[in-house]
């Protein structure tokens, strides 16, 4: 199985259009012009007063996911809705945990972001940046309040899956030591383990293994073939 990942639209920049200074009026040809004349013109000459444009949505997204600070921040003064989504569902949390941009991240989290919030796919912030070699972010969104072991409600993916499917191993111990449950499947039956050995990550697939298991089954055994040995001399 392969994980659906993040894909990357196209923004656009925010609007620069500035208002032009209406156009001098000119003397009449027979040179003669009245004091009201004179006072048109000079009220047609003045310019307009300029306003701040509204930054459009894509713009502010594509901020986040970037990692301008300057540019998001002049989009929400501008008037642009911090909570906006893309057709995707996703948000700016979304799209900065993606890239693991941290000072973003941090300032969202400040402005009351819905940290769990899902996209079109039931994904959340903490699924996509375990993705990517963020382990910073990942434990930035854990110590915040990120649910790390929320599934998708598409595919049943967890955040431990999605890095051991991507190979991330710093993220996998990241995810492991604030408590991901490496037992959980997804639609298809799959743990996270089966992830990392379907895509030949083999160290990760090898932390992942269920050592207690295996450990209380070799256990399990050494007992049989102690208690087989000691029936066999016995009955000697």
């Not at 609007?15 to 006072?39: I, L, Q």
Request: aromatic residues 4%.
């Amino acid at each position: 199985m392969i994980l659906a990942s993040l894909s990357v639209f196209n923004g656009c920049t925010p609007p620069t259009d500035t208002v032009e200074p209406a156009a001098k009026t000119e003397t009449a040809a027979t040179g003669e012009s009245s004091t009201h004349d004179s006072s048109a013109a000079k009220s047609k000459a003045a310019p307009l007063p300029v306003h701040q444009p509204k930054f459009s949505d894509d713009a502010y997204l594509m901020a986040a996911l970037d990692g301008n600070m300057q540019v998001i921040e002049m989009a929400i003064k501008s008037g642009t809705e911090i909570g906006v989504k893309n057709e995707r569902g996703h948000n700016a949390l979304h799209l900065a945990a993606y890239n693991g941009h941290d000072e973003v991240v941090k300032f969202l989290l400040r402005n009351k972001f819905d940290i769990n919030e899902r996209d079109s796919e039931g994904k959340s912030a903490l699924i996509h940046a375990a993705s990517g070699d963020f382990p910073k972010t990942v434990e930035l969104l854990i110590d915040n309040g990120a649910d790390v072991n929320l599934k998708d409600e598409t595919e049943g993916f967890t955040a431990l899956m999605m890095a051991a499917a991507e190979g991330q191993m710093k993220v996998v111990e990241v995810l492991l030591e604030h408590g991901a449950d490496k037992t959980m499947k997804d639609v298809d039956g799959d743990t996270a383990e089966v992830f990392a050995r379907n895509n030949k990550h083999f160290e990760i697939a090898d932390l992942l293994a269920d050592k207690d298991q295996e450990a209380t089954e070799k256990e399990t055994t050494d007992s049989d073939v102690v208690d087989e040995v000691k029936g066999s001399k016995e009955s000697e």
